[in-house]
């Protein structure tokens, strides 16, 4: 399934009062790490309006865009929403190295939403052609230098947010909270596909999974990314990171849990949640 185009600019005239309000008081709340109880406005029905709010939010948080997260639709939402994923803004002061000797400190909104997901992370080397709005699979594969093993911190100021669906959590960054990169996979475009992944949240094994867990596998999100920000007006320029998908899973986390996700044979990422604390 191709991405649905987005017809919108980023020039704020062109967007309601409502995303501006709704966007203003996301970013508001991210920034001073406070819950927002409901969502804060009218929930948008259509993508469309979800990547206007979105859209609107980029421009006013402070700090630049590094990268983007891809989520999973549920099948049950397509039909209406017409796209089988989704995309969030992943800012550069939210983007982690994974250490050997210590775990990455995850931030948590108190009140609000946090979930570890195991990821495999791709890395845009080359140029993007912006005007060009379908891609297939070898092309997208030809367009990334550099595959890294992952974890995202799904976040919002929001808890609710991915009960009331991908539009909503679209327009809220896509849900992200954070990027955990990890080591270089060697050799990734003949071994990507093979290896296994086990996610642990305080000892426990929460999920098992990988690159083929995701619908399409990891590049079908890289595929899909290329096609929806050229036509959001958003390319992917080099060095822009691209993380995937949950491939063990999405799981809720609280501050004080510990997490570990286990690339056999590559690396195992330990991270630890802590509170947020107010920028």
Same mark, same amino acid.
């Given at each position: 399934?191709?991405?649905?185009?987005?017809?919108?600019?980023?020039?704020?005239?062109?967007?309601?009062?409502?995303?501006?309000?709704?966007?203003?008081?996301?970013?508001?709340?991210?920034? $001073? !790490?406070?819950? %927002?109880?409901?969502? #804060?406005?009218?929930?948008?029905? @259509?993508?469309? *309006?979800?990547? +206007?709010?979105? =859209?609107?939010?980029?421009?006013?948080?402070?700090?630049?865009?590094?990268?983007?997260?891809?989520?999973?639709?549920?099948?049950?939402?397509?039909?209406?929403?017409?796209?089988?994923?989704?995309?969030?803004?992943?800012?550069?002061?939210?983007?982690?190295?994974?250490?050997?000797?210590?775990?990455?400190?995850?931030?948590?909104?108190?009140?609000?939403?946090?979930?570890?997901?195991?990821?495999?992370? $791709? !890395?845009?080397? %080359?140029?993007?052609? #912006?005007?060009?709005?379908?891609? @297939?699979?070898? *092309?997208?594969? +030809?367009?990334? =230098?550099?595959?890294?093993?992952?974890?995202?911190?799904?976040?919002?100021?929001?808890?609710?947010?991915?009960?009331?669906?991908?539009?909503?959590?679209?327009?809220?960054?896509?849900?992200?909270?954070?990027?955990?990169?990890?080591?270089?996979?060697?050799?990734?475009?003949?071994?990507?596909?093979?290896?296994?992944?086990?996610?642990?949240?305080?000892?426990?094994?929460?999920?098992?999974?990988?690159?083929?867990?995701?619908?399409?596998?990891?590049?079908?999100?890289?595929?899909?990314?290329?096609?929806?920000?050229?036509?959001?007006?958003?390319?992917?320029?080099?060095?822009?990171?691209?993380?995937?998908?949950?491939?063990?899973?999405?799981?809720?986390?609280?501050?004080?849990?510990?997490?570990?996700?286990?690339?056999?044979?590559?690396?195992?990422?330990?991270?630890?949640?802590?509170?947020?604390?107010?920028?």
């Amino acid at each position: 399934m191709s991405a649905t185009p987005v017809t919108m600019s980023g020039a704020a005239e062109d967007l309601t009062a409502e995303a501006t309000a709704i966007a203003q008081q996301f970013v508001s709340a991210r920034l $001073a !790490r406070r819950c %927002t109880p409901d969502y #804060p406005g009218r929930i948008p029905q @259509t993508m469309a *309006e979800s990547y +206007a709010i979105q =859209d609107i939010a980029i421009g006013l948080a402070p700090d630049r865009v590094v990268g983007w997260k891809v989520g999973g639709v549920p099948p049950a939402q397509r039909p209406q929403l017409g796209v089988h994923r989704l995309a969030g803004a992943i800012f550069a002061a939210n983007v982690w190295p994974a250490t050997a000797d210590a775990a990455t400190p995850l931030p948590e909104i108190e009140g609000g939403f946090a979930a570890v997901e195991a990821e495999f992370i $791709a !890395r845009i080397g %080359t140029g993007v052609d #912006p005007a060009k709005t379908e891609w @297939t699979i070898d *092309e997208a594969r +030809a367009v990334i =230098d550099k595959v890294f093993v992952g974890v995202e911190l799904a976040g919002s100021p929001l808890s609710a947010i991915n009960d009331l669906g991908s539009a909503v959590v679209a327009s809220d960054f896509g849900n992200n909270g954070g990027l955990v990169v990890g080591p270089e996979l060697e050799d990734w475009r003949d071994t990507l596909d093979d290896i296994q992944v086990e996610t642990f949240i305080n000892d426990a094994s929460v999920g098992l999974g990988g690159s083929r867990s995701l619908e399409g596998g990891a590049l079908e999100s890289v595929r899909f990314l290329l096609e929806h920000c050229a036509r959001w007006g958003r390319p992917l320029t080099a060095g822009m990171l691209v993380s995937t998908g949950a491939v063990t899973g999405v799981h809720r986390v609280h501050a004080g849990d510990q997490a570990v996700c286990v690339f056999k044979g590559i690396a195992e990422l330990q991270c630890s949640v802590v509170r947020a604390e107010a920028k």
